[in-house]
């Protein structure tokens, strides 16, 4: 049995050896489709990673309250989340620390430097809500935040860029026209939240944010903010905090018990689930496309094994003359076709690897990660792909008689 299909792969190799270039030409699209499957699904797989270890740096007891950002018609005078809102939420048994979070885009100029930096308004407990630690200074105090204070904690990596290798401590920045006396500096965490990254920001009072620097922000309310960061004690009774947090807001904006919320709560642990099985669907939907390249690749194995029959139909009849039977020549071309297919999935591994280790190694901003089993179901896809396509140009090679086969000219 083994020699009988080493023999057929023999004749199968010689046979793509005969034409080079066709079968070159042909196995090229494989190549694409495995190659295509392979860095999709790596790139959909790396996503997915990368979003839940960026997430769960933050962790699952995190709540963030806002205002809905398509309200309800029936909501006639919905109210904008404000410190009354977060000094109520604070009061709560079951809540670490609630934090306001006003986030906009600005030009920061220090000396002749000039770069947009991303600015989050907040207090002192930020601090308690989201795990950053300092590099070195120190945060600003709850005093600054009642004093309008003109002092900025900046990011690591937006540290870099504004000061090169100087030291930024105690350094002033100019934001909007106003000055800015840096205090600490963050150490790099990759941690962001809702838009904004700790790295590439800076924290300032959000007194200062709102009054001094007003012309900057959405709003043209000055109590307004954008949402309250919300840090719970217990993850395992989350759900009843929430209540208590749903109370409270309700009776800070003075609800009527019969209407609905005019502001929204957000559950992390649900974001961080959607979020991955969005990401689960962007990387089934990039496999899909590769899938299809593939499937393209396969019909023209089919279409160049149909004219490889044609071209051959007296080798067909002067081996059935000689003894071969029909199960013998629908079992050659059947080798045939998946043995380029396989030849083409293989070279298709070592592109579709070769693509991802680079992009990988070149790119921060598309995450990538190979995984066996891709690299298994690519080159099983076109396997597959050659026994699919092939079979019918074999069937149809089978079902010549040697007569005919004999007299095609």
Same mark, same amino acid.
């Given at each position: 049995?083994?020699?009988?299909?080493y023999s057929m792969f023999k004749l199968?190799?010689?046979?793509? /050896? &005969?034409?080079?270039?066709?079968?070159?030409?042909?196995?090229?699209?494989?190549?694409?489709?495995?190659?295509?499957?392979?860095?999709?699904?790596?790139?959909?797989?790396?996503? %997915?990673?990368?979003?839940?270890?960026?997430?769960?740096?933050?962790?699952?007891?995190?709540?963030?309250?806002? *205002?809905?950002?398509?309200?309800?018609?029936?909501?006639?005078?919905?109210?904008?989340?404000?410190?009354?809102?977060?000094? /109520?939420?604070?009061?709560?048994?079951?809540?670490?620390? &609630?934090?306001?979070?006003?986030?906009?885009?600005?030009?920061?100029?220090?000396?002749?430097?000039?770069?947009?930096?991303?600015?989050? /308004?907040?207090?002192?407990?930020?601090?308690?809500?989201?795990?950053?630690?300092?590099?070195?200074?120190?945060?600003?105090?709850?005093?600054? $935040?009642?004093?309008?204070?003109?002092?900025?904690?900046?990011?690591?990596?937006?540290? %870099?860029?504004?000061?090169?290798?100087?030291?930024?401590?105690?350094?002033?920045? $100019?934001?909007?026209?106003?000055?800015?006396?840096?205090?600490?500096?963050?150490?790099?965490?990759? *941690?962001?939240?809702?838009?904004?990254?700790?790295?590439?920001?800076?924290?300032?009072?959000?007194?200062?944010?709102?009054?001094?620097?007003?012309?900057?922000?959405?709003?043209?309310?000055?109590?307004?903010?954008?949402?309250?960061?919300?840090?719970?004690?217990?993850?395992?009774?989350?759900?009843?905090?929430?209540?208590?947090? %749903?109370?409270?807001?309700?009776?800070?904006?003075?609800?009527?018990?019969?209407?609905?919320?005019?502001? %929204?709560?957000?559950?992390? /642990?649900?974001?961080?689930?959607?979020?991955?099985?969005?990401?689960?669907?962007?990387?089934? =939907?990039?496999?899909?496309?590769?899938?299809?390249?593939?499937?393209?690749?396969?019909?023209? $194995?089919?279409?160049?094994? =149909?004219?490889?029959?044609?071209? !051959?139909?007296?080798?067909?009849?002067? !081996?059935?003359?000689?003894?071969?039977?029909?199960?013998?020549? !629908?079992?050659?071309?059947?080798?045939?076709?998946?043995?380029?297919?396989?030849?083409?999935?293989?070279?298709?591994?070592?592109?579709?690897?070769?693509?991802?280790?680079?992009?990988?190694?070149?790119?921060?901003?598309?995450?990538?990660?190979?995984?066996?089993?891709?690299?298994?179901?690519?080159?099983?896809?076109?396997?597959?792909?050659?026994?699919?396509?092939?079979?019918?140009?074999a069937y149809k090679a089978s079902k =010549?008689?040697?007569?005919?086969?004999?007299?095609?000219?």
């Open positions: 049995m083994f020699d009988a299909f199968s190799l010689k046979a793509i /050896a &005969a034409n080079k270039m066709r079968a070159a030409l042909t196995s090229l699209g494989i190549v694409i489709g495995v190659a295509a499957v392979i860095t999709m699904l790596a790139v959909g797989s790396g996503t %997915q990673k990368s979003m839940a270890e960026r997430f769960s740096r933050f962790g699952t007891n995190i709540l963030y309250l806002r *205002q809905p950002w398509n309200l309800d018609e029936s909501i006639s005078s919905p109210k904008d989340v404000t410190m009354d809102d977060v000094r /109520a939420i604070r009061k709560l048994p079951g809540v670490t620390s &609630a934090a306001p979070y006003i986030s906009s885009g600005f030009d920061v100029k220090y000396g002749f430097t000039s770069t947009s930096l991303s600015v989050l /308004a907040t207090d002192t407990d930020i601090f308690k809500t989201y795990d950053w630690e300092l590099e070195s200074g120190r945060h600003f105090t709850e005093k600054e $935040v009642d004093e309008y204070g003109q002092v900025m904690v900046i990011g690591a990596t937006a540290a %870099q860029t504004i000061f090169n290798d100087m030291d930024p401590l105690d350094r002033t920045v $100019v934001l909007d026209d106003i000055p800015f006396k840096v205090v600490g500096v963050m150490k790099k965490s990759g *941690q962001g939240g809702m838009g904004f990254d700790m790295d590439e920001g800076a924290l300032i009072p959000y007194t200062t944010g709102k009054v001094k620097m007003n012309a900057g922000w959405n709003s043209s309310d000055r109590r307004a903010l954008d949402r309250v960061i919300i840090r719970v004690t217990d993850f395992n009774t989350i759900e009843d905090t929430k209540k208590d947090i %749903q109370n409270t807001v309700r009776n800070t904006h003075r609800i009527h018990p019969l209407a609905k919320d005019d502001f %929204q709560l957000d559950d992390f /642990a649900s974001f961080v689930e959607e979020a991955k099985s969005a990401s689960k669907t962007m990387g089934l =939907l990039l496999g899909v496309i590769g899938a299809v390249s593939l499937i393209v690749g396969g019909i023209g $194995v089919m279409n160049i094994m =149909l004219v490889s029959v044609t071209e !051959r139909t007296r080798e067909i009849g002067i !081996r059935m003359a000689i003894g071969a039977t029909s199960a013998d020549i !629908r079992l050659q071309f059947l080798a045939e076709a998946v043995t380029l297919s396989c030849i083409g999935g293989l070279i298709g591994v070592i592109v579709g690897v070769g693509i991802t280790l680079v992009v990988a190694a070149n790119s921060t901003s598309i995450p990538a990660e190979l995984s066996a089993w891709s690299i298994l179901l690519s080159v099983g896809f076109s396997a597959a792909t050659g026994v699919f396509f092939g079979y019918y140009p =010549l008689t040697p007569i005919d086969a004999l007299r095609y000219e």
